[in-house]
């Protein structure tokens, strides 16, 4: 960027001069525009003469995913070096002929060389309204008062275009992105289109949503650090990372999957896995099942959402299928004490809890980190069979299905599990208190004195 106090003159009453001719003057409007929109595929939409549909440039704004066309208002060279205005029926004209662009715009902006116009703006403020309301694009009309505005943020390229005078000869244009901080964005705005895949409306996650869920009180920020021109450091990215449930190593670094899984130890006890979930005070829970998967095994793992935004996926799995050993049963056995005790009615303010099928592979990608869990463990879908396992109800598993067999046979093999549980807890504390936190056991059998109640 260059430094203020390398500027030299000003010239017809404002910072910067105009380009000398139309198609310096659509150049210019092509080379800031992909700063502007954030997108190196910014282009001029044919050569002079052909027929345009009302636009001169074109491109998609990253942040938004909007189709942007401008026209950049043509005259001939001489009334183009006056800055002459245009007419409201110029600038209704090139509308029309912008309805005529394909794909359609979202979109539209009319840039002149001529002074801000207050009749025009407001023309084009109720033009956009009616098309928004037809569901058309929007429509913009910016004088040269506008364009310098933003000039004044990109005085390389001003210079450049030969717009502003500079105390060396020698200095040129300098890139607002280091590398490092370009990936990063990059790999922050791929995660916010695959979070917002197949979102619609007021679904979709947008930057000033974001920023307000990240905790920053400008959107800007989350905006330059997207466009990779802002100087984070680790601290601010690891709680980025944090806020949106990504995973820091591959933001920071590019390692690993975007979204974050929890990379906790193997083989965590039930009661320690309740804790930690409830320690998140989740909005909602969700089992998620195998429904196919290698050598006829359906294994569960559990997905918790932590907030609009922030899923967090545990990655050990659980045995929810007959193939099982000795190892095995006992952790079917577990899994169905974990849930019953999520799902007790007299948990305090109880989470909402749902099931989920999936085939192997979105099984394992949701796994991996490599799919945004809230595009697909929707609220609008339930799949029953964590109840008929947590109830042990094999009349509830409806369904001659490879996974509805398996099912109602791992159910027969926790009911076996649980008959062993209660006959050993009739010895052995540890087995009572196993039965009790699951909420299999109302009352302990026998008290320290011999008396109790007969066992259920």
Not at 414 to 421: G, P
């Amino acid at each position: 960027m260059i430094e203020p106090s390398l500027y030299l003159g000003l010239h017809r009453g404002g910072t910067f001069n105009r380009p000398r001719d139309w198609a310096a003057f659509e150049r210019l409007t092509r080379d800031l525009f992909i700063r502007l929109l954030d997108n190196d595929h910014v282009d001029l939409n044919g050569r002079t003469g052909q027929p345009q549909a009302g636009v001169d440039v074109h491109g998609v704004e990253r942040s938004t995913r909007k189709l942007v066309g401008i026209q950049c208002k043509g005259r001939a060279d001489a009334h183009f070096a006056r800055g002459a205005g245009l007419t409201a029926d110029e600038v209704r004209a090139e509308v029309e002929r912008a309805r005529e662009f394909t794909p359609p715009l979202d979109r539209f902006l009319i840039l002149t060389t001529g002074p801000n116009d207050v009749g025009l703006k407001k023309l084009a403020r109720e033009l956009s309204a009616a098309h928004v309301a037809e569901g058309l694009f929007e429509i913009e009309f910016h004088g040269w008062d506008w364009i310098e505005g933003h000039l004044s943020d990109h005085v390389d390229l001003a210079a450049g275009y030969g717009l502003i005078a500079v105390a060396h000869p020698e200095i040129a244009p300098v890139s607002r992105r280091s590398r490092i901080a370009a990936e990063i964005g990059d790999r922050l705005d791929q995660a916010i289109a695959m979070m917002n895949a197949d979102r619609e409306g007021d679904d979709v996650f947008t930057l000033p949503g974001l920023a307000r869920h990240v905790g920053h009180k400008d959107w800007r920020r989350l905006e330059q650090i997207v466009r990779g021109t802002a100087d984070a450091d680790e601290d601010e990215l690891l709680g980025l990372a944090d806020r949106l449930a990504l995973n820091p190593g591959w933001l920071i670094e590019g390692k690993g999957a975007p979204f974050c899984v929890d990379l906790g130890g193997h083989h965590r006890r039930v009661e320690e896995l309740y804790e930690e979930i409830v320690a998140m005070e989740p909005e909602r829970i969700t089992f998620v099942r195998q429904r196919e998967g290698g050598h006829g095994h359906h294994d569960a793992f559990i997905a918790v959402e932590r907030d609009s935004v922030r899923w967090h996926i545990y990655r050990d799995t659980h045995p929810a299928c007959d193939r099982v050993g000795g190892g095995g049963s006992h952790d079917l056995f577990e899994l169905c004490r974990l849930i019953r005790r999520l799902d007790h009615d007299d948990f305090e303010n109880r989470v909402p809890c749902f099931g989920r099928h999936f085939d192997a592979p979105l099984f394992e990608q949701l796994l991996e980190g490599e799919v945004y869990p809230g595009n697909t463990l929707d609220i609008y879908r339930n799949d029953d069979w964590w109840q008929a396992f947590s109830a042990l109800r094999i009349d509830w598993v409806r369904g001659d299905e490879t996974h509805d067999k398996a099912l109602r046979n791992a159910i027969v093999i926790v009911k076996h599990q649980l008959a062993r549980a209660r006959a050993s807890a009739k010895t052995h504390d540890h087995w009572y208190s196993k039965l009790a936190w699951g909420q299999f056991l109302p009352v302990k059998p026998k008290d320290a004195d011999g008396d109790g109640e007969p066992w259920p």
